[in-house]
């Protein structure tokens, strides 16, 4: 179902940086369903949230510790642990813990992060019994097998992984995520945990991981819901030659560039399979007065039905992208100066339908796998861009049919 | 594929408002689509329009219409004359003028109404040489053909009609409406056209349908997009005998009632008629703060495709309704607080499933092609209640296959 080549790449250890996988039997299939991570005493992490205002209980707790040194991830995929009430929070407290004794460390030094099920309890005996071969299998070369133990209705599993130099010295940035999107059946939803082997602050990489993710993961969209357990993580293990990266320094801006590129394509990948998927769309919103604007049409078009079921069938429909821009709130918009593209073929120009548009040209981009919707406003320079996929059969097959 | 009940009821004559239909061939079919509205001298008319920023021509031209004493309405289908630039404009004037010339009036006095594909050229050529037929056949007892004239996916033809008494006079109230929402594939979209023989001055007209409006067709959903035609205007030809209604009355309150009564009730018809819907959900959120946060609340999750799947699927899935009550974006709201019922079931209590839920007892409303999904907020006394349909493979084919 996925989208384009979504190949797993090689992904290098990062110094400092351990992860083990086992099968705790959550799923009740053969497949890994438990992940810890564990890295290195200097090590800094940072993390950010749903904004669901109905968080999952191992968000609430996740947060809570987020406070203290974090040294410990301890994420499963089966069960999401979200709408569990006061037992929800004791379960993931207890898994914590459990963790905690057998690596020697703190309850509140660990992490946890749940996606699966809503409004199951979490099945914390069995994760008890598995955490034990967990633990025994952390090793720094285990990125594969981590991306995989926490895929739920993903296809594939989704990682990226990028070398930069800073003062001569290399620094290793390894990501994985699942998806996809918001729409997982009864499931939530997006995790993605980021590491690297740099040395940087907790505050300074607090403010990295916030900026980022703004770019990155909040600029894409499957289908509007958003999730009560969406998490992203990003662990600096300091085991690096190169120096500590400070604030507005040229290496910040080398080592921010290149966490914005991972996740920018970590998320591109959650969209390449996006359920039911058989589209990459790109929607560039340019000439708007800001960047809000630009992202509020962008994201109207991204979640109009319309839209998404028009390029299912690959069908040049202008009205509906234009009629969505029309709808997206923004003030003062002039009809007569918006000009739509699909990819470089002018479908929108002087209030209608662009004169020198033919169906077969607009017939061929859409015949494509992979389309930019290029909206220029004309009423501004600010541009943005937000990445979505198609609505299909499969989509509401796989929301309708997941538990019958 | 509608849901429930929807024969088209007994519409008797209103005093004073006559209806004409013909076929202009717009539509390729030899259903009509194209109806005349001829109102008394002395009738006022009031309208309400799509607050897309991008209206169709016709819209465009109506609001201008409207601040003279319209007393023609000309409305096709099959062509939206949406999208249609400058030459949009022209066309709809053209056929202004042409009915005007056939009937010995302004053109300034006949509102036009469009509905249908978007982006093509109105076909002034094709409702020209059909115009003097459907003046030709001009009627007071006939609704139930103007409303077949104005279907373009629709189903079913509806319509609504109610009788007052005011001062002992009878009053009656007759509303045609075609649908589905804002779903049509490359259509837009939801028209409605109510007649009394009320007598009531314009200004008073007007502020009885904005506020009836607001209760009525702003209070459904089918799929979130806002098209660019809707349209809806409310004739009194002040032909009863009963007195002049004036602001602040009785007589008003009773008038104002029974019109939202035929408003809701030809909401709800356009909501039964939902592309592909199998299901109608009346989503009631109460104990909220203010209308506004309770409105808010039930839009979510009415445009929730993950609820609407489930919908489709009779899954009583309790967690997606719960996630997008808490994206909803409304500030400080306790989950602990929440309760949801379907029906009379109550599914959450206390942040989970509420402890005496049973699967059986879901699933035994879920099984209905009616329910109502009632959510408690616990923090205030308003309630608001907004209607939608489920989401299902016919949803995703109407609108997939439209064009090919």
């Given at each position: 179902?996925?989208?384009?080549?979504?190949?797993?790449?090689?992904?290098?250890?990062?110094?400092?940086?351990?992860?083990?996988?086992?099968?705790?039997?959550?799923?009740?299939?053969?497949?890994?369903?438990?992940?810890?991570?564990?890295?290195?005493?200097?090590?800094?992490?940072?993390?950010?949230?749903?904004?669901?205002?109905?968080?999952?209980?191992?968000?609430?707790l996740?947060?809570?510790?987020?406070?203290?040194?974090?040294?410990?991830?301890?994420?499963?995929?089966g069960?999401?642990?979200?709408?569990?009430?006061?037992?929800?929070?004791?379960?993931?407290?207890?898994?914590?813990?459990?963790?905690?004794?057998?690596?020697?460390?703190?309850?509140?030094?660990?992490?946890?992060?749940?996606?699966?099920?809503?409004?199951?309890?979490?099945?914390?005996?069995?994760?008890?019994?598995?955490?034990?071969?967990?633990?025994?299998?952390?090793?720094?070369?285990?990125?594969?097998?981590?991306?995989?133990?926490?895929?739920?209705?993903?296809?594939?599993?989704?990682?990226?992984?990028?070398?930069?130099?800073?003062?001569?010295?290399?620094?290793?940035?390894?990501?994985?995520?699942?998806?996809?999107?918001?729409?997982?059946?009864?499931?939530?939803?997006?995790?993605?945990?980021?590491?690297?082997?740099?040395?940087?602050?907790?505050?300074?990489?607090?403010?990295?991981?916030?900026?980022?993710?703004?770019?990155?993961?909040?600029?894409?969209?499957?289908?509007?819901?958003?999730?009560?357990?969406?998490?992203?993580?990003?662990?600096?293990?300091?085991?690096s030659?190169?120096?500590?990266?400070i604030?507005?320094?040229?290496?910040?801006?080398?080592?921010?560039?290149?966490?914005l590129?991972?996740?920018?394509?970590?998320?591109?990948?959650?969209?390449?399979?996006?359920?039911?998927?058989?589209?990459?769309?790109?929607i560039?919103?340019?000439?708007?007065?800001?960047?809000e604007?630009?992202?509020?049409?962008?994201?109207?078009?991204?979640?109009?039905?319309?839209?998404?079921?028009?390029?299912?069938?690959?069908?040049?429909?202008?009205?509906?992208?234009?009629?969505?821009?029309g709808?997206?709130?923004?003030?003062?918009?002039?009809?007569?100066?918006?000009?739509?593209?699909?990819?470089?073929?002018?479908?929108?120009r002087?209030?209608?339908?662009?004169?020198?548009?033919?169906?077969?040209?607009?017939?061929?981009?859409?015949?494509?796998?992979?389309?930019?919707?290029?909206?220029?406003?004309?009423?501004?320079?600010?541009?943005?861009?937000?990445?979505?996929?198609?609505?299909?059969?499969?989509?509401?097959?796989?929301?309708?049919?997941?538990?019958?």
């Open positions: 179902m996925a989208v384009g080549q979504t190949d797993f790449p090689v992904m290098p250890p990062i110094n400092g940086v351990q992860l083990g996988t086992t099968n705790a039997g959550i799923k009740q299939t053969e497949r890994d369903d438990l992940l810890v991570f564990q890295f290195s005493e200097i090590a800094t992490c940072a993390a950010v949230f749903t904004k669901n205002a109905f968080c999952a209980a191992p968000v609430n996740a947060k809570e510790h987020l406070l203290h040194a974090p040294r410990w991830l301890l994420i499963n995929s069960n999401a642990n979200a709408g569990t009430g006061e037992q929800g929070m004791n379960d993931a407290r207890q898994t914590c813990q459990n963790l905690a004794q057998i690596v020697g460390g703190q309850t509140q030094c660990v992490l946890p992060f749940s996606t699966g099920v809503i409004g199951q309890a979490l099945p914390v005996e069995k994760m008890t019994i598995a955490l034990p071969n967990a633990v025994a299998n952390l090793a720094e070369n285990n990125w594969e097998n981590a991306a995989r133990a926490i895929m739920t209705t993903d296809t594939f599993p989704k990682g990226v992984s990028k070398i930069i130099t800073l003062n001569g010295e290399n620094v290793t940035i390894n990501g994985i995520a699942k998806g996809a999107g918001m729409i997982c059946p009864n499931m939530a939803t997006l995790l993605s945990f980021i590491a690297t082997d740099a040395k940087i602050s907790q505050p300074l990489l607090q403010h990295c991981l916030k900026a980022t993710t703004e770019l990155s993961f909040n600029r894409i969209t499957v289908d509007g819901d958003t999730s009560t357990n969406d998490a992203c993580v990003l662990i600096a293990s300091g085991c030659l190169a120096p500590e990266i604030a507005d320094s040229e290496n910040y801006n080398i080592f921010a560039d290149a966490i590129t991972v996740m920018k394509s970590l998320a591109e990948l959650i969209v390449r399979d996006g359920e039911g998927a058989t589209k990459l769309m790109r560039v919103v340019s000439e708007a007065q800001n960047d604007e630009a992202v509020q049409v962008a994201k109207t078009i991204a979640h109009s039905p319309l839209v998404k079921t028009a390029f299912f069938a690959s069908d040049p429909n202008w009205g509906r992208i234009l009629a969505a821009v709808r997206a709130g923004v003030e003062a918009m002039e009809l007569e100066k918006i000009r739509i593209y699909l990819d470089n073929v002018c479908i929108v002087d209030g209608g339908r662009a004169n020198d548009y033919t169906e077969e040209a607009g017939q061929n981009v859409m015949n494509q796998a992979e389309i930019t919707i290029d909206v220029r406003l004309g009423r501004g320079n600010c541009s943005q861009t937000v990445l979505t996929c198609d609505f299909s059969y499969d989509y509401v097959k796989i929301n309708a049919e997941y538990r019958t």
